[in-house]
């Protein structure tokens, strides 16, 4: 009698290759190019993913092109995905392969782990599904399936770092193909064995699962109780200066990293009409003579944090400008025509925030 590792492999083989979504890096061996499909769809929905994909390795075919490429460019061909520690790492992986490896992606387990932005998961990704080398990958969607597989009640044996869940899957790829045993797994997280509502009735491995059995598909992993995310309320001010608006770029580390936003300034609960002019002065060096503010804020979600970001432009005050740095592009801020973008490209939360203020 086969083990549950191998009776698993045997249903989800054929079920994979007969039923797997047809999507571009699925047609690649390349493993420089799945790397970059597996840093994409971290936190990021397929759908999303598709649109940048192709785009991106047009821009950087090769780790020597994303290795010499300039940060500003590599942000530019992330901007819209967000997340960009991902597009930072990603990059320092790239230069750390060329010079370490030669510009080739290892195919150890352990090798890869030492590139930077690639944790365990990323690494038996690139190592099952580009070098057939049968290494365990264990993320949210597969925690959920193995979990569910075998009933697995405690919340922490549920998790995706539980060493039941890594053992587990590490028998299933050595049971068969790895580069198909792991894409299936994966799979059947994310089009079957779905957070909720599973569906069961076309479900490859039903007959092998002890939650279905006892009634517990639903259960099974329990809800995590998160504390609510703590919410920022901040002005995003248009300061505007004969038809331009300026953007600052942000500091080096934080949220937003790098990234260009109009000056951020905290919203008080008795702020109702905009910015204070005297914080706008102090944050942007730029004196403004009246405010006008949006009714409606933009919210965005980030992973432990949500930014309620209430739009409000001011006119800057007719000034002798030539004593004041604020009026000019400088290192760190510009003054953009409507239309106009940064060449390092914007972050989706602007670029919402300039849309609504017609920009
Ligand atoms: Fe998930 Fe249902 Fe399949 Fe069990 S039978 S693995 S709960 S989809």
């Not at 995905?81 to 990059?91: D, K, M, T």
């Not at 099952?128 to 009640?153: K, M, W, Y």
């Not at 505007?240 to 949220?255: C, F, M, S």
Request: glycine share 8%.
């Amino acid at each position: 009698m086969l083990d549950l590792a191998h009776r698993l492999a045997k249903l989800l083989e054929p079920w994979f290759l007969q039923h797997q979504r047809d999507l571009a890096w699925r047609r690649t061996r390349d493993p420089y190019a799945i790397w970059v499909s597996e840093i994409m769809l971290q936190q990021t929905r397929v759908d999303t993913v598709e649109q940048y994909y192709g785009k991106f390795l047009e821009r950087f075919p090769d780790i020597g092109t994303l290795a010499a490429a300039d940060e500003s460019e590599v942000l530019a061909a992330w901007s819209g995905l967000g997340y960009y520690r991902r597009a930072r790492l990603l990059h320092a992986g790239a230069r750390h392969v060329a010079a370490s490896h030669g510009g080739k992606v290892p195919d150890d387990p352990e090798l890869l782990r030492q590139i930077p932005g690639v944790g365990r998961y990323t690494a038996g990704a690139i190592a099952s599904i580009a070098f057939e080398r049968p290494t365990a990958l264990v993320d949210g969607n597969v925690a959920r399936v193995l979990s569910r597989l075998q009933a697995i009640e405690d919340p922490k044996l549920q998790e995706a770092g539980a060493p039941g869940h890594w053992t587990m899957a590490q028998q299933i790829v050595q049971a068969g193909p790895p580069r198909v045993l792991a894409q299936a797994l994966m799979e059947l997280g994310a089009t079957v064995c779905t957070p909720l509502g599973p569906r069961c009735e076309g479900c490859p491995v039903r007959s092998e699962c002890q939650a279905l059995a006892k009634g517990l598909q639903t259960t099974i992993p329990r809800p995590k109780q998160r504390a609510p995310s703590p919410r920022d309320d901040l002005w995003a001010v248009a300061v505007r200066r004969n038809g331009r608006v300026l953007l600052e770029q942000r500091a080096n580390d934080g949220l937003l990293a790098g990234m260009w936003c109009l000056p951020l300034i905290e919203r008080k609960i008795t702020d109702r009409a905009g910015a204070p002019p005297r914080a706008i002065a102090e944050v942007t060096g730029v004196k403004v003579k009246s405010v006008e503010a949006l009714t409606e804020p933009v919210k965005h979600v980030f992973t432990h944090r949500v930014w309620m970001l209430w739009p409000c432009r001011g006119e800057a005050a007719v000034v002798d400008v030539s004593h004041m740095s604020g009026y000019e592009d400088g290192p760190g801020r510009m003054w953009i025509a409507p239309g106009e973008r940064p060449r390092g490209g914007i972050p989706k939360v602007t670029e919402k925030v300039l849309e609504r203020l017609g920009y």
